[in-house]
Nanobody, 115 residues
């Protein structure tokens, strides 16, 4: 059984920083990453990273401000968020893809950025 545990959300003023972490267990994961969903909006991809670190991708809206990283030994993925804006306010969900379990999701963590 895959288990995903997120941490690191919270409230911050515009221009501040937060670091999200997600620990996954129960499988070997290829891609891992983060989505977010703001009230009244569809869930959107924020950033993703492959197991071999050979590929990362970011939403245009976060490029240059957010950095995704992972620790394969611990099956963890992190999202460093700098220069946060009010429009970054959302519930952030981590995901992890495995060949035998498909895509698994974290429970979501709230990020609130005030102006």
């Amino acid at each position: 059984q895959v288990r995903m545990v997120e941490s690191g959300g919270g409230s911050v003023q515009a221009g501040g920083s937060l670091r999200l972490s997600c620990a996954a267990s129960g499988s070997i994961f290829a891609a891992m990453g983060w989505y977010r969903q703001a009230p009244g909006k569809q869930r959107e991809l924020v950033a993703g990273i492959t197991h071999s670190f050979s590929g990362t991708n970011y939403a245009d809206s976060v490029k240059g401000r957010f950095t995704i990283s992972r620790d394969n030994a611990k099956n963890m993925v992190h999202l460093q968020m700098n220069s946060l804006k009010p429009e970054d306010t959302a519930v952030y969900y981590c995901y992890a893809d495995s060949s035998n379990r498909g895509r698994s999701w974290g429970q979501g963590t709230q990020v609130t950025v005030s102006s």
